[in-house]
């Protein structure tokens, strides 16, 4: 049967400007900023003894010979970058970074971006938790010589989750440090936590020198996201690990005897690029086999992207780089962290709920989430509920209405909230922080209600009042419900907290913040990647910081319920860390490859897995080849391997300049092979997206995939094609056999996608989307390679 429900999208015309001379893309002005230079290492001048001689040299030139920029300590460099990268950052204006681009040895010129830290707790951070791993993996040393490094917040390195009983000995290869500093003793690190860094130059050469009362100059984790998502990724068994009485039970990371390395590049003020690629540079150069990413990314050409660059010579090095989708869903092209030499993992829920419902007076439940853990509200008395938006102080004007609805700082009157449950709008600010104004304003409880926007993606947070998360529909009702009510028969409710439950159907389901494809840079690629939990995720937490993470929260508690898509990466990354364990030679891109084509798209009630947003049936911009299947992912049978050069044919076949590869690349682009390839879709990845134009000048479109399966089964196999094509094409694949002779024999097919123009007449601008699939198997292996077909109406 043809599959998959085709959807309309709403084509958001991305104005890419890439401007010829790099100048353009520079900008004017004379502000300085900061810029990350890339230079061709081996062309620095016999006359300076080190390369930073060399840099300082040549900012000052730029900046002709020493007027303009301002003087830093220790010359203008901020940081020296040798291993994912060659080059440094500078502050400098953007004339200066002009003439830089135009001198000797110097490769590209890419101006510095902040970045934030990808959780859905807003404006700052988020969480995750593992499924229990098998007894193989608790009991053996399995993974215990591969180091993961998180370029995060930091780390607590107190925390049960990262002691060493029962390690061996620190891995020989590796090379890093124990930085030390306030809250962090040299003693710091040990067998479990190897090294830890902290990066702030980027970051203070922006923002000023940094309030050393509100954060540490240190690799000291004062937010808790970085040890939220070192835990998940490697934690080591702690048991028993709850938030406040929920979810009890044993807290374990992906790979719970790999070593950590944390890199910490996240400040009160942001993620700054700059101290990102240092990161980088220094988590390469110290060996670690893995880097986890949950921050987010920005929408710009790979060449102007640092975490793009930082993250391809990462993988040259042989390190598998998994970042974070972003946050921005369920909205199309929201997609963050799209380049293919990443893994770009989005989030999924998983079989367990916290369920904390809305009673109200006239007898309707309301289903809602939370994991508030303090002293419960009466039980059976129904309080009076308020809605925010219309009990703002006695001057109410329209926008005062606005800021109350949201429940903004100092937007309620006390006198109108005192004793009530009170309803607030979700957005703006954070989730907790609409909880702490309602508890100061005197309110008993709180119902966070989702807008449409939010559709009905809930997320469950340890506020610091009694108060649950409904999702649209239900916060229609209760604003209707309090709507209709009068002095004489007031509005009234109260919530049920109903702890844990397990087994919830269906499971998973793609969390409505996940962010979804297609990719706005290069849609021949298919992004995100895949999905791993991400909601509701219990993962170890600082001892110094209270669970909703806002400053007047006092409680304090070992383990903390987070949802993002930070949180479903550090899943990626632990598991990458096992699979590069029992499969030492893997390339980065084989061990993705092992990841995407094992990983499944239905849920636990046999259905396709469904959008938390909607309810209804979820597609490849959603989850990408699926949800991950950790076992599944250990002995895939085939994987679709990529080298380095085939990531530079790609880009030549973006029809990036030369100039621009070089950016990313540090070899001159030879972009002769990249014909061979065809076009940017023939990059060997495990997934194949066919974008068509629908002009309404042909009743077919074609093209076709060309792609490669190295065997990893062991030994002879045969293995057959099975199409699932999408709805209105024909896909063929040939030969529809491949038989191995042995392990490691390669073998190529092609790919054939014939796509029929859509019967209606469009709407200008929106696209369908017709998703199926390919699947080799041997009856002991299913290869599964995602094929995607959007096809795209003009905009007029
Ligand atoms: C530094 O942070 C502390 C704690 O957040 C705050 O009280 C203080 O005002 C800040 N100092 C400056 C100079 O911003
Ligand atoms: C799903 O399908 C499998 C196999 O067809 C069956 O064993 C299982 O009981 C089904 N589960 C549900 C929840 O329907
Ligand atoms: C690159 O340029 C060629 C020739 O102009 C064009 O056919 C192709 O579509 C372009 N590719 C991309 C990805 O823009």
Request: charged fraction near 15%; glycine fraction near 12%.
């Given at each position: ?12 015309v991305v104005v890419v400007v890439v401007a010829a001379a790099v100048g353009g893309v520079l900008g004017g002005g004379g502000e ?765």
């Amino acid at each position: 049967m043809a599959s998959s429900a085709s959807r309309t999208l709403l084509l958001l015309v991305v104005v890419v400007v890439v401007a010829a001379a790099v100048g353009g893309v520079l900008g004017g002005g004379g502000e300085e900023r900061t810029f990350i230079v890339r230079v061709d290492a081996d062309a620095k001048p016999s006359a300076f003894p080190t390369h930073a001689h060399w840099y300082e040299a040549a900012v000052m030139a730029a900046e002709g010979g020493g007027g303009g920029g301002e003087w830093r300590e220790g010359g203008p460099l901020i940081h020296t970058y040798s291993a994912a990268f060659h080059g440094f950052s500078a502050r400098m204006s953007p004339a200066a970074a002009t003439a830089l681009a135009e001198a000797p040895g110097v490769a590209a010129v890419v101006p510095e971006r902040v970045r934030q830290l990808a959780t859905t707790r807003s404006p700052r951070f988020l969480g995750l938790l593992s499924s229990p791993p098998s007894a193989l993996l608790a009991d053996s040393d399995f993974g215990s010589d591969l180091v993961i490094a998180i370029i995060d917040t930091g780390i607590s390195p107190t925390h049960r989750s990262f002691h060493d009983r029962g390690l061996g000995p620190v891995p020989s290869k590796w090379r890093g440090v124990c930085s030390s500093g306030p809250g962090f003793p040299p003693n710091s690190c040990n067998r479990k936590l190897v090294g830890a860094r902290f990066f702030s130059a980027g970051y203070e050469a922006t923002s000023g020198r940094m309030n050393e009362t509100a954060e540490v100059r240190s690799p000291l984790d004062t937010d808790g996201h970085g040890t939220h998502t070192a835990s998940i990724a490697a934690g080591r068994y702690v048991f028993p690990a709850s938030t406040l009485g929920y979810a009890r039970g044993v807290a374990a990371g992906m790979a719970p005897k790999a070593r950590l390395a944390a890199y910490k590049v996240c400040w009160v003020g942001g993620c700054f690029d700059s101290d990102i690629l240092a990161a980088f540079d220094a988590a390469v150069a110290d060996g670690v086999d893995v880097v986890s990413l949950s921050v987010g990314g920005v929408v710009v050409p790979y060449y102007l992207d640092a975490i793009a660059i930082g993250a391809f010579g990462a993988t040259e090095a042989g390190i598998v780089v998994s970042a974070s989708a972003g946050n921005g869903g369920p909205g199309g092209l929201t997609v963050t962290n799209v380049a293919p030499w990443m893994a770009t993992v989005g989030a999924g829920s998983m079989d367990r709920a916290f369920p904390a419902n809305v009673q109200l007076g006239n007898g309707q439940v309301l289903d809602g989430v939370s994991v508030y853990g303090g002293p419960a509200l009466q039980s059976g008395k129904m309080y009076t509920l308020v809605y925010a938006g219309a009990s703002s102080g006695a001057a109410s004007s329209a926008a005062d209405g606005y800021s109350a609805s949201m429940c903004l700082d100092g937007s309620l009157d006390p006198a109108a909230v005192r004793g009530k449950i009170v309803v607030c709008d979700r957005g703006v600010n954070s989730r907790a922080a609409k909880g702490d104004v309602v508890h100061r304003a005197g309110g008993i409880g709180m119902v966070l209600a989702n807008g449409v926007f939010d559709g009905e993606g809930l997320v469950a947070d340890c506020h610091v009042l009694p108060a649950t998360a409904v999702g649209a529909a239900a916060g229609d009702k209760l604003r209707k419900y309090i709507g209709s009510s009068t002095r004489q028969a007031p509005a009234t409710g109260t919530i049920l907290f109903e702890g844990t439950h397990l087994g919830v159907h269906p499971a998973p389901v793609v969390a409505a913040f996940s962010a979804r494809g297609p990719n706005p840079q290069s849609p021949e690629i298919l992004k995100p990647d895949l999905i791993a939990p991400g909601l509701n995720i219990l993962a170890a937490w600082p001892s110094g910081v209270g669970p909703a993470g806002i400053p007047s929260d006092g409680r304090r508690t070992e383990f903390n319920i987070l949802s993002g898509t930070s949180m479903a990466c550090p899943h990626i990354s632990g598991l990458a860390a096992l699979l590069k364990a029992a499969h030492p030679t893997w390339s980065p891109a084989a061990i993705k490859s092992a990841l995407m084509t094992t990983a499944y798209i239905k849920d636990n009630s046999n259905g396709t897995m469904v959008d938390e947003s909607t309810g209804v049936v979820a597609d490849v911009f959603d989850f990408g080849a699926g949800h991950v299947d950790p076992m599944r992912a250990m002995d895939p049978g085939l994987v679709y391997d990529i080298t380095p050069v085939d990531y530079v044919n790609f880009l030549c076949n973006l029809n990036y300049t030369e100039q621009n590869i070089r950016a990313i690349t540090r070899r001159p682009a030879d972009c002769r092979g990249a014909r061979r390839a065809g076009h940017a879709g023939n990059l060997n990845y495990p997934s194949m997206s066919a974008t068509f134009a629908a002009d309404g000048t042909r009743a077919t479109m074609k093209t076709h995939f060309i792609r490669t399966v190295t065997n990893v089964g062991g030994g002879r196999a045969v293995y057959r094609a099975t199409v699932r094509s999408p709805e209105g094409c024909a896909v063929t694949v040939q030969p529809r056999q491949l038989a191995f002779r042995r392990d490691g024999q390669k073998l190529s097919f092609t790919v054939r996608v014939e796509a029929a123009a859509p019967a209606k007449k469009m709407e200008p601008g929106s696209s369908q989307v017709r998703s199926g699939a390919v699947t080799w198997s041997d009856g002991r292996h299913a290869v599964n390679t995602p094929v995607v077909v959007t096809v795209q109406a003009p905009l007029q």
